[in-house]
């Protein structure tokens, strides 16, 4: 499975992005599905996930209520839908491929390249 994460860009005020993931691959929808983002001298931190069917999900905190998540399985695809950017949601974010209940950074089986997303002070 290969992952391409697209749709980062600079947002002011109140703004909203949409990050797409285009994934390559037969087994993509045996996969859960996640939105990580890191900052320079910190981990990776899980934004969102969603399970292989889109019937679960989960966020940070810090995202509840502005972010969601979804994927279509019929086009191989994965998004995360953010609005209200505050400038700490400035990282680059990266989309990745794993095991419902074991995305962490250690766990996650495919990773895409990231695509920044930047929210001014």
């Known amino acids: 499975v290969q992952l391409q994460a697209s749709g980062g860009g600079l947002q002011q005020a109140g703004g909203s992005l949409r990050l797409s993931c285009a994934t390559s691959g037969r087994t993509f929808s045996t996969y859960a599905m996640g939105w990580f983002r890191q900052v320079p001298g910190k981990e990776p931190e899980l934004v969102a996930g969603?399970?292989?069917?889109?019937?679960?999900?989960t966020y940070a905190d810090s995202v509840k209520g502005r972010f969601t998540i979804s994927r279509d399985n019929a086009k191989n695809t994965m998004s995360l839908q953010m609005s209200s950017l505050k400038p700490e949601d400035t990282a680059v974010y990266y989309c990745?491929?794993?095991?419902?209940?074991?995305?962490?950074?250690?766990?996650?089986?495919?990773w895409g390249k990231g695509t920044q997303v930047t929210r001014p002070h």
């Open positions: 969603i399970s292989w069917n889109g019937d679960r999900t």
């Open positions: 990745a491929a794993g095991v419902w209940g074991r995305m962490t950074r250690d766990e996650v089986v495919y």
